[in-house]
Nanobody
């Protein structure tokens, strides 16, 4: 069964950094475009970033460019989201998922209907 597992969330102060990890169980991430989403209380999940399977486009939400960096380590079968200069408004549950539309990220990355094999999410809380 295909499953993604997020980790790395936590409670940090504003200005801090966190690195979220997305690991796969039961399949190889290498050939998939992987996206990160976040969900604020009472809101729909919104796209944060997407990384293609190879030398394809990488997408970032405009508001996050320069602070967040997505990367992948195929040897570890994992995708990462490095989050720097965190702000209280970054507080959310962060999810990773695999794109169903192909190996390359679309720009913009799409919505939740374009992704599957969702993980359970990891909470990120940034205090002021």
């Amino acid at each position: 069964q295909v499953q993604l597992v997020e980790s790395g969330g936590g409670l940090v102060q504003a200005g801090s950094s966190l690195r979220l990890s997305c690991a796969a169980s039961g399949f190889n991430l290498e050939h998939l475009a992987i996206g990160w989403f976040r969900q604020f209380p009472g809101k729909e999940r919104e796209g944060v970033s997407c990384i293609s399977s190879s030398n394809g486009p990488t997408y970032y939400a405009n508001s996050l460019k320069g602070r967040f960096t997505i990367s992948r380590d195929n040897a570890k079968n994992a995708v990462y989201l490095q989050m720097n200069s965190l702000k209280p408004e970054d507080t959310a549950v962060y999810y990773c998922a695999a794109a169903v539309y192909g190996r390359q990220c679309e720009v913009p990355m799409g919505t939740i209907v374009d992704f599957g094999s969702w993980g359970q999410g990891t909470q990120v809380t940034v205090s002021s």
